[in-house]
């Protein structure tokens, strides 16, 4: 068994999939309030943006990855339509549990299942999006999860991949000092959890860039793979399809 990132320490493939169900576990009943504190409300424009780039016509079949708090697979499901279907996923038990019942407070019963994404037990070409918003960089094999994506797409089908990135140089040292300053220090606060932020904040410094990532996505059978960077680079929008 060879070694993985978590964060910035190198560990066992199977320790990082323990340590990253762990902090989710930790982070899962604060992670709307903390995502809101954390980017000051910014991850609400961001996946704005996401659902415009989707284009969810009524009666797609949509599968969301990672879906955690279910916000995005609410948007899909509005625009899908009662004639469409969006699948509700996540590996974390604990993230997935809150977002359906945010789900089902919304009156929008899905359906929601733990799944793994380098694993989907889904048929191929089956759905004709999938999306992964703010999971990939968590996933060991990025590349093996990609390559299962692309299988179950469509032909003509698209992925969209939100997620941190590679922040413009002028904002580096600024978004550093906030990254290993203040968001463990707003985990402790709000969460009671300052090392779960400590992790997130590491792991988005050892995730591909944007080029980087799009090299992945070809590498996986994407045809057409394109990224949209948002808050000077904070987040980048990747969107591959299907030939």
């Known amino acids: 068994m060879s070694n993985t990132h978590f964060g910035f320490e190198s560990v066992d493939e199977r320790e990082k999939a323990r340590r990253v169900r762990g902090v989710f576990d930790s982070v899962a009943p604060k992670y709307d309030v903390m995502n809101d504190l954390m980017s000051m409300g910014l991850h609400r424009a961001w996946k704005a943006y996401t659902m415009l780039v989707a284009n969810v016509k009524p009666g797609q079949k949509v599968l969301d990855i990672a879906g955690g708090t279910g916000d995005l697979a609410l948007g899909f499901a509005r625009k899908a339509g009662p004639t469409g279907q969006v699948v509700h996923t996540d ?126 996505m070809k590498k996986a059978g994407f045809g057409h793979v394109d990224y949209h960077n948002m808050t000077g680079g904070v987040v980048a929008l990747h969107v591959g399809i299907k030939c």
């Not at 089902?104 to 004709?128: H, I, N, Q, Y």
């Not at 140089?169 to 203040?182: E, I, R, T």
């Not at 606060?189 to 992945?216: C, M, N």
Request: glycine share 6%; hydrophobic share 45%.
């Open 91 to 216: 590996i974390n038990e604990a993230m997935l549990r809150t977002g359906r019942d945010r789900l089902l407070d919304a009156g929008v019963a899905l359906p929601t299942m733990v799944c793994d994404a380098e694993k989907l037990p889904f048929a191929t070409a089956s759905f004709d999006l999938v999306s992964v918003a703010f999971g990939l960089r968590n996933m060991t094999h990025k590349d093996v999860a990609l390559a299962e994506m692309q299988r179950v797409l469509k032909p003509g089908g698209k992925l969209l991949v939100l997620e941190f990135s590679k922040v413009a140089k002028p904002l580096a040292k600024a978004y550093d000092w906030y990254s290993f300053n203040v968001l463990p220090q707003l985990g402790r606060l709000v969460a009671g959890d300052s090392a779960s932020y400590k992790y997130l904040a590491e792991s988005i410094k050892v995730h591909p860039t944007q080029q980087e990532l799009k090299d992945l």
